[in-house]
């Protein structure tokens, strides 16, 4: 009884997390797309509470021409004063995966988004593939640079999309303690 | 197995105190996921964009093109401004310099360009020996180191004497240092030699020492005020040459650098606005003129995409 006790605790307790998950954002703009990536981003999970945060270095942005992610740094996201993004939200219906059988599982995350300073809401559908001691995670979802004080200005506008995809894809590991 | 009453009801309460522990524990755990990874490995973080562009104005700068860069460039100095009103204020001539300069890695760049001033080519490179940082290391300035090498290709002055093609030969050496003290400030000095292998008389030298002096002050995000002052203390040159002095704007769109302003210099290449520059603040002898940069991405970079 003991036991069993012990052990239920255990998965209860159990969080996953990954320190290079993929984090990449896509602007389709009317003369130019533009992509950059970031393999470098800190997720964790806990199954238990559906919870769910995540942070990256908006430094750690890789594009394509060394130039854009000068821009991108300097003039829009004003990383030495925003060096940070981060979300932090949980799953709608944390019970939705089930992190002890192995399957394909598809769950409502929302929560808040900050970046250069702003928070706003998001939300999105995720999808998790747990089994092999491992959970693939996958999300997509539209921001506004607008909302987040990100503002393109008019001569760049057939150039940088204000509305900017965000994709988000992972490899999560227990977190041994 | 057997239990006892009394038995069952520690283990109950044993449980049910742990579920609570559990509980309370998850909760205090959701206000702060992250922090169970521990602090953020402390990283060094490169200090970006002292200066817009490879130049000040005329002036390196610390800057290199990014790796795998192509940067393209046209400077175009105008005629002088006191030429007046009818070669509409310098407006008639044109002075330029196209340029290709390479990205071969985050440290180093290679540069070739060619200035109609005395139909001169010239080549260069420049290194970043120490870039500015902070964080896991804190470097308060970044270092760069520029050599360049010009050859003119004008007729000899003198063609009558055995002319050598070493002649032709002029050099340049720069230790740039700048410092970026916040988002909108940086500064940078320029310890010089300038060598002429030929030079107009014995009186001239061949060696000259010079500094030169710049900054920039960001307006706003995309534009910024630049100055530049290159001297050559003492009477090392001729009283005909001055001091470089430029002051202007870099403007940015996009994948291109303006840089527009206002020097007493025509010359384009290092030698050149050191040594050669003749115009005089005073007397207006100055010329509007820009620069434009366009950089091309020939190699890109490898991100590895997780699958």
Known sequence: MGALVASTLNIQAQKFFTKDGTIRFFSNAKLEKIEATNN??????????????????????VFENAFMGEHFNETYMESTKFPKANFKGKLENPSAV????????????????????????????????????KID???????????????????????ISNVIEISCKSSLTELKK | MHFNVPTILKTGLIASALFLFQVLHAQQDTTDLLSLLGEDEPTRDFTIATFKSTRVINMQSIEGVAAGHLDFRISHRFGTINSGAGD????????????????????????????????????????KIIRQSSGLKNVPVSISWFSSMVVRTTPFA??????????????????????KMDEALSIQVAPTLVHRNLVADST?????????????????????????????????????????LSIGFDIETGGHVFQLHFTNSKPMNEKGFITETTGDWKEGDIQFGFNISRIFSVVKPKVKPQE
């Open chain 1, 40 to 61: 470098k981003a800190s997720i964790v999970y806990d199954p238990a509470s559906g919870a769910i945060e995540i942070a990256s270095v908006i430094k750690g942005f």
């Open chain 1, 98 to 133: 089930n992190v002890t059988k192995a399957g394909t599982y598809k769950a409502k995350v929302v929560g808040e988004l900050t970046m250069h300073g702003v928070t706003k809401p998001v939300s999105t559908d995720a999808t998790f593939v747990v089994g092999g001691g």
């Open chain 2, 204 to 244: 001239q030298q061949n060696d000259i020492y010079a500094i030169g002096i710049g900054g920039r002050y960001k307006i706003t995000k995309r534009s910024s005020f630049n100055a530049e002052w290159v001297a050559v203390p003492g009477s090392q040159l001729d009283p005909t040459y001055k001091n470089s």
């Open chain 2, 88 to 127: 509409l204020w310098g407006l008639d001539q044109a002075y330029m310099r196209l340029g290709l300069e390479y990205g071969v890695n985050d440290r180093l760049m290679v540069g070739i360009g060619r200035s109609n001033v005395n139909k001169e080519i010239d080549s260069f490179i420049k290194y």
């Open chain 1, 137 to 159: 995670t996958d999300a997509k979802f539209n921001i506004k640079a607008s909302d987040y004080g990100v503002n393109i200005p008019g001569d760049k506008s057939e150039n």
């Open chain 2, 158 to 179: 003198n063609p009558d004497r055995s002319n050598y093609f070493s002649s032709r030969l002029y050099y340049c050496h720069q230790l740039l240092i700048a410092r």
